[in-house]
């Protein structure tokens, strides 16, 4: 007789919902925070909008939020509208929040290359708050998964080429060792999402 117990899937309650995608972005937004006082940025639509900011001098908040805008058309077609709108959600709070962080704290001292890898690290736990309640913060992701779709470009190859392309042109607008902590603090980033948001590990 097996007394193996198979627990059973429930899924999120909308309040649920509602708390991780408030405490996933205030996490990544003061991950963002972190990034821009020390000067340093990090991948895809993020690291754009930290390009865009450093150059324009216009706020992160709005840049960011601007630039997602074009993709969630892409992401009703691949993603379905409840992952859109909590997407929408996501991307308008770290928006938000990204500029309310200052009126609120302000850090007198700061080492850069600590607040690079803490801040990537900060952001890695948000996203995965987020990605369990099946919502993101858009930009290339979308984009990268639809071309994926209908070309049969690696979704993963072309986030590294944007990637790629983002620290080129950062190499205009931030020093070479903000560069480098970058580049490593992404890397935390991303290895943090890899080991905590698995397909098929969580029941829900």
Request: charged share 10%; hydrophobic share 55%.
């Amino acid at each position: 007789m097996d007394n193996v117990i198979t627990p059973n899937k429930l899924a999120h309650t909308w309040l649920e919902d509602t708390l991780a995608l408030l405490f996933g972005t205030l996490m990544i937004s003061f991950g963002v925070v972190l990034l821009r006082q020390s000067g340093a940025l990090t991948g895809g639509t993020a690291g754009l909008a930290f390009l865009i900011h450093y150059v324009t001098h216009i706020s992160f908040g709005v840049a960011f939020f601007v630039i997602n805008l074009p993709f969630y058309w892409l992401s009703i077609r691949r993603m379905g509208t409840q992952f859109t709108l909590k997407t929408f959600c996501a991307v308008a709070l770290v928006s938000l929040f990204s500029d309310l962080h200052g009126h609120f704290i302000h850090i007198d001292q700061l080492n850069p290359f600590y607040a690079t890898l803490f801040g990537n690290i900060i952001m890695g736990v948000g996203f995965v708050v987020l990605f369990r309640h099946k919502a993101s913060l858009g930009g290339m992701n979308i984009l990268a998964l639809y071309l994926q779709d209908k070309s049969g470009i690696r979704a993963g190859k072309f986030q590294m080429a944007v990637d790629a392309c983002i620290v080129t042109a950062s190499l205009f607008v931030v020093s070479l060792p903000m560069l480098v902590a970058s580049i490593v603090g992404a890397t935390l980033l991303n290895l943090i999402i890899a080991m905590n948001h698995r397909p098929g590990r969580y029941a829900v």
